[in-house]
């Protein structure tokens, strides 16, 4: 946090030189608009309304860093211009009510007001939890330094106008500028002192020293760094020496005890052994681009670093020729090895046009600020085959890849460190959180709106206009025509999963006699109403819809609500409906994404409420799922938080290429945001090659091509030695489907720990269970096989407890109750046992 934020309305450029040295300022838009503007250190106040959207877009664009707009703008401007680069301005004397909507869309609060109102100012802040909180006072009483730090305490930050502020000693009617952004800072040493950090542009620390308030003050004039000596006072260093240092930014830390100074250094070097730091020598990139700086000045003639410098075209093929190379590698060594040979010549050009590695910094952070994008397509020479190294990936206008090698990624376990080890365990897409943000606008409209909310949103994502998303039985004949030998399948299908689920349900009850007298019992329940979500969208799944249906009808559950997204004409494909005519559904929601999953959690006028919801979907799906869960107002549980397919395959050397290859694409294919993971066990070289040339092969073939590839990319194999490491590692990653492709392979199902299925055995294609052998193919994702089973009969069902206690029961049990209730301090819990031991005829 800032320790003061400067106002600036007139072009006051020397003040402005020396401000842009300590943080953010302010600037009128109106009046100040031809003062420069740095990415870090310019917040734009637009005291007008209405705003011109362009102008913001184009401010934030060039380097502005937020902007400050009326209550009136920032409605205009939420949910098009991020959060993060709006604060709101209050003028205290027209205070309004503020909704939810505007607390979430600013990420600070500008307070103009006649005078400091600690408390109006803390309650503001308490509302706007979270958010920076600035203070404008328009009254004519110059602040003082108490009063910066004062709302700092309370974590608000002061704006002082620059008629209040000088570079000039502090007088009755202006604050030297040191003196406020040092109001807040404090030290424990009897000198005065306090430590400060000498960085490089980049950030790489050049030595400690300690700073006093003069010399801090010094360096607002002069830009160079003071600083204090026993033996010479107040000094500039390098004075001598001609290693000086021109300050660039003045920081103060989190504690308010230490000061970071940012300089460009001159010279030598910081250090006093004439080094670069005085605690090493550089490396990397500033080792880098310190040498090519020298070999720009002093390289000899027929050297290879003066003729880059020198020859633009061979320094531009280098770059060219590094860029290909680089694009080709695929381990680790090799993309490392090609791209520290770009960085070189690319430093070189940079180096040769006076372009240091702090100016590409400042450049990416520029970048990082813009709101408007370009769409990031390559240029037609690097898609048309035009450059003298075409890539071996073509993107049509649109984007959609239309050739090339479908590659999964590799990596050696034994040479991985325990960091790239627990990357590769991470999944492609595991952002929940802004997932939830996202789907919250959406469940709260159907929680509240109800059907409106659901049509509208059915005709926006599922783009079916309809009157009615429900259907209700008996279904319509016509709508569950399906070829016969599909229906033959489905049948098949439904004879096996109903058999196996049906094996599982609890009807006897669980009595045991604890002690004598005391017998506790458990039970199964159905679970009355449940919502069985069937993703449709890139496939149609009959299947899930028998995963989900199948248990639910042997559970016995009362109703069942299926829900799945219509085809473009409004219908449900007829092998769902037919299927949902087999389990016996109560209703069809024709909904898809986080609104079917609100509207079956809170319930409307048309979609019955349901008490559990169950079913696989994408990451909206998923994330609507966590947020009803957690919503007293649903009252509604979920069976877990499934996503993204993925399938994880352990081969070794009796694995035939072709069916790992069908294994892998027979989940790449689900969407671009599954996962295929290879752990292989000692494969060569060429049995790798062979397995990557079926998977690319077969891929091609595939009419979800496109999915495959995008999905692929994400994808890795992971070489390893033995078995027990293949195990180890996939019992770390927990897959959702586990393929043992290895020798003896049922012998090896006694050491998965963490799975959702398996498949054992070269003749078991995980195809089998996802459509007909009889297990249930709704299983946890993402890792949560470590905590959570696939959907099964039990599910479905709730377990009561009961206890009955006979009079000798009670008292033989009683004081052992009534001991632990006074240990408790649960006076009446004691009382309730007691009162029946001395008197038994009350009970």
């Given at each position: 946090?800032?320790?003061?934020?400067?106002?600036?309305?007139?072009?006051?450029?020397?003040?402005?030189?020396?401000?842009?040295?300590i943080?953010?300022?302010?600037?009128d838009?109106?009046?100040?608009?031809s003062?420069?503007r740095?990415?870090?250190?310019?917040?734009?106040l637009?005291?007008?309304?209405?705003?011109?959207?362009q102008?913001i877009?184009?401010?934030?664009?060039?380097?502005?860093?937020?902007?400050?707009?009326?209550?009136?703008?920032?409605?205009?401007?939420?949910?098009?211009?991020?959060?993060?680069?709006?604060?709101?301005?209050?003028?205290?004397?027209?205070?309004?009510?503020?909704?939810?909507?505007?607390?979430?869309?600013v990420?600070?609060?500008?307070?103009?007001?006649?005078?400091?109102?600690?408390?109006?100012?803390?309650s503001?802040?308490?509302?706007?939890?979270?958010s920076?909180?600035?203070?404008?006072?328009?009254?004519?009483?110059?602040?003082?330094?108490?009063?910066?730090r004062?709302?700092?305490?309370?974590?608000?930050?002061?704006?002082?106008p620059?008629?209040q502020l000088?570079?000039?000693?502090?007088?009755?009617?202006?604050?030297?500028?040191?003196d406020?952004?040092?109001?807040?800072?404090?030290?424990?040493?009897?000198?005065?002192?306090?430590?400060?950090?000498?960085?490089?542009?980049?950030?790489?620390?050049?030595?400690?020293?300690?700073?006093?308030?003069?010399?801090c003050?010094?360096?607002?004039?002069?830009?160079?760094r003071y600083?204090p000596s026993r033996?010479?006072?107040?000094w500039?260093?390098?004075?001598t020496s001609?290693a000086?240092q021109?300050?660039?930014?003045?920081?103060?830390?989190?504690?308010?005890?230490?000061?970071?100074?940012?300089?460009?250094?001159?010279?030598?070097?910081?250090?006093?052994?004439?080094?670069?730091?005085?605690?090493?020598?550089?490396?990397?990139?500033?080792?880098?681009?310190?040498?090519?700086?020298s070999?720009?000045?002093?390289?000899?003639?027929?050297?290879?670093?003066k003729?880059?410098?020198?020859?633009?075209?061979?320094?531009?093929?280098?770059?060219m020729e590094e860029?290909?190379?680089?694009?080709?590698?695929?381990?680790?060594?090799?993309?490392?090895?090609?791209?520290?040979?770009?960085?070189?010549?690319?430093?070189?050009?940079c180096?040769?046009?006076?372009?240091?590695?702090?100016?590409?910094?400042?450049s990416?952070?520029?970048?990082?600020?813009?709101?408007?994008?370009?769409?990031?397509?390559?240029?037609?020479?690097?898609?048309?085959?035009?450059?003298?190294?075409?890539?071996?990936?073509?993107?049509?206008?649109?984007?959609?890849?239309?050739?090339?090698?479908?590659?999964?990624?590799?990596?050696?376990?034994?040479t991985?460190?325990?960091?790239?080890?627990?990357?590769?365990?991470?999944?492609?897409?595991?952002?929940?959180?802004?997932?939830?943000?996202?789907?919250?606008?959406?469940?709260?409209?159907?929680?509240?709106?109800?059907?409106?909310?659901?049509?509208?949103?059915?005709?926006?994502?599922?783009?079916?206009?309809?009157?009615?998303?429900?259907?209700?039985?008996?279904?319509?004949?016509?709508?569950?025509?399906?070829?016969?030998?599909?229906?033959?399948?489905?049948?098949?299908?439904?004879?096996?999963i109903?058999?196996?689920?049906?094996?599982?349900?609890?009807?006897?009850?669980?009595?045991?006699?604890?002690?004598?007298?005391?017998?506790?019992?458990?039970?199964?329940?159905?679970?009355?109403r449940?919502?069985?979500?069937?993703?449709?969208g890139?496939?149609?799944?009959?299947?899930?819809?028998l995963?989900?249906g199948i248990?639910?009808?042997?559970?016995?559950?009362?109703?069942?609500?299926?829900?799945?997204?219509?085809?473009?004409?409004?219908?449900?494909?007829?092998?769902?409906?037919?299927?949902?005519?087999?389990?016996?559904?109560?209703?069809?929601?024709?909904?898809?994404?986080?609104?079917?999953?609100?509207?079956?959690?809170?319930g409307?006028?048309?979609?019955?409420?349901?008490?559990?919801?169950?079913?696989?979907?994408n990451?909206?799906v998923?994330?609507?799922?966590?947020?009803?869960?957690?919503?007293?107002?649903?009252?509604?549980?979920?069976?877990?938080?499934a996503?993204?397919?993925?399938?994880?395959?352990?081969?070794?050397?009796?694995?035939?290429?072709?069916?790992?290859?069908?294994?892998?694409?027979?989940?790449?294919?689900?969407?671009?945001?599954?996962?295929?993971?290879?752990?292989?066990?000692?494969?060569?070289?060429?049995?790798?090659?062979?397995?990557?040339?079926?998977?690319d092969?077969?891929?091609?073939?595939?009419?979800?091509?496109?999915?495959?590839r995008?999905?692929?990319?994400?994808?890795i194999?992971?070489?390893?030695?033995?078995?027990?490491?293949?195990?180890?590692?996939?019992n770390?990653?927990?897959?959702?489907?586990?393929?043992?492709?290895?020798?003896?392979p049922?012998?090896?199902?006694?050491?998965?720990?963490?799975?959702?299925?398996?498949?054992?055995?070269?003749?078991?294609?995980e195809?089998?269970?996802?459509?007909?052998?009889?297990?249930?193919?709704t299983?946890?994702?993402?890792?949560?096989?470590?905590?959570?089973?696939g959907?099964?009969?039990?599910?479905?069902?709730?377990?009561?407890?009961?206890?009955?206690?006979?009079?000798?029961?009670?008292?033989?049990l009683?004081?052992?109750?009534a001991?632990?209730?006074?240990?408790?301090?649960?006076?009446a819990?004691?009382?309730?046992?007691?009162?029946?031991?001395?008197?038994?005829?009350?009970?």
């Open positions: 946090m800032a320790t003061f934020l400067p106002l600036l309305t007139e072009e006051n450029l020397p003040l402005f030189n020396a401000l842009n040295l943080g953010p300022i302010v600037l838009a109106q009046r100040s608009v003062l420069p740095t990415p870090q250190h310019s917040y734009l637009v005291d007008n309304s209405p705003v011109d959207l102008d877009a184009s401010w934030l664009d060039e380097g502005v860093e937020k902007v400050i707009v009326p209550l009136a703008s920032v409605k205009e401007l939420i949910g098009v211009i991020p959060p993060d680069r709006l604060i709101l301005l209050l003028d205290v004397a027209n205070v309004s009510a503020f909704s939810e909507k505007v607390r979430n869309g990420s600070g609060v500008l307070l103009k007001t006649p005078s400091i109102d600690f408390d109006f100012i803390s503001i802040s308490k509302f706007f939890a979270g920076t909180i600035h203070v404008l006072s328009t009254s004519a009483i110059l602040p003082t330094p108490a009063n910066i004062e709302l700092r305490s309370i974590g608000a930050t002061l704006i002082i620059e008629s000088t570079l000039a000693p502090t007088s009755a009617t202006q604050l030297n500028i040191g406020a952004f040092l109001a807040p800072v404090v030290t424990d040493r009897a000198d005065g002192l306090f430590p400060t950090m000498v960085t490089s542009e980049t950030g790489h620390s050049l030595g400690l020293v300690y700073s006093s308030r003069e010399s003050k010094g360096k607002h004039n002069h830009r160079e600083i033996k010479h006072g107040l500039r260093k390098g004075e001609g000086t021109d300050v660039v930014r003045i920081r103060l830390d989190c504690d308010s005890d230490s000061l970071e100074f940012r300089v460009v250094q001159h010279g030598a070097g910081f250090c006093h052994l004439n080094r670069r730091s005085c605690f090493s020598e550089a490396s990397g990139l500033s080792l880098l681009e310190a040498t090519l700086i070999r720009l000045e002093s390289a000899p003639e027929g050297s290879y670093t003729r880059l410098f020198n020859d633009a075209n061979l320094l531009q093929s280098k770059i860029a290909d190379e680089l694009c080709r590698a695929t381990t680790k060594e090799e993309i490392a090895f090609e791209a520290a040979d770009l960085f070189y010549f690319a430093l070189t050009k180096v040769a046009a006076g372009v240091g590695v702090a100016d590409i910094e400042h990416l952070d520029r970048k990082a600020k813009r709101i408007t994008r370009r769409t990031g397509n390559a240029k037609p020479q690097w898609t048309s085959g035009e450059s003298t190294a075409a890539p071996e990936k073509k993107e049509t206008e649109k984007g959609k890849v239309v050739d090339g090698p479908i590659r999964m990624r590799t990596s050696d376990l034994s991985l460190s325990a960091q790239e080890r627990a990357q590769l365990l991470r999944r492609p897409v595991l952002k929940s959180d802004e997932m939830i943000e996202k789907v919250k606008p959406i469940v709260e409209a159907v929680r509240t709106r109800g059907d409106d909310a659901l049509l509208e949103f059915t005709a926006k994502f599922d783009k079916a206009q309809l009157t009615s998303t429900v259907l209700l039985p008996p279904f319509a004949p016509e709508s569950m025509v399906v070829e016969e030998n599909v229906r033959k399948a489905i049948d098949v299908a439904y004879g096996n109903r058999k196996f689920h049906e094996a599982q349900k609890s009807d006897s009850t669980l009595v045991v006699e604890t002690m004598p007298g005391v017998v506790c019992s458990r039970f199964a329940r159905a679970i009355a449940v919502g069985l979500y069937v993703p449709g890139t496939a149609i799944l009959p299947s899930t819809a995963m989900l248990p639910a009808q042997v559970a016995g559950c009362k109703e069942i609500v299926l829900a799945t997204p219509p085809r473009s004409d409004g219908s449900i494909s007829p092998e769902v409906m037919y299927v949902a005519h087999l389990v016996g559904a109560s209703a069809i929601l024709k909904a898809g994404g986080a609104q079917a999953v609100a509207a079956m959690a809170y409307t006028k048309t979609v019955p409420k349901v008490d559990k919801i169950f079913g696989p979907g990451q909206w998923t994330a609507a799922k966590m947020l009803v869960q957690n919503d007293t107002d649903a009252l509604v549980s979920i069976d877990m938080p996503g993204p397919s993925e399938v994880l395959v352990i081969a070794d050397h009796t694995a035939n290429p072709a069916s790992s290859r069908q294994n892998l694409l027979s989940q790449a294919e689900h969407g671009v945001d599954s996962q295929v993971v290879l752990v292989a066990i000692n494969l060569s070289a060429e049995h790798l090659a062979s397995i990557e040339r079926e998977v092969e077969q891929a091609h073939a595939l009419s979800r091509v496109d999915i495959v995008q999905s692929i990319v994400k994808s194999i992971v070489k390893v030695s033995s078995v027990d490491e293949a195990l180890a590692f996939s770390d990653y927990a897959p959702e489907h586990l393929i043992l492709h290895l020798e003896k049922s012998e090896k199902v006694a050491m998965v720990d963490n799975a959702g299925s398996v498949f054992v055995g070269p003749y078991t294609p195809s089998c269970g996802d459509y007909a052998s009889g297990t249930n193919h299983l946890p994702t993402n890792g949560y096989a470590r905590q959570f089973s959907v099964n009969t039990l599910s479905f069902q709730k377990h009561i407890t009961s206890q009955e206690i006979t009079q000798a029961g009670l008292r033989g009683g004081p052992v109750v001991t632990l209730a006074d240990c408790e301090g649960l006076q819990h004691a009382n309730a046992v007691r009162v029946r031991l001395v008197n038994p005829q009350i009970s």
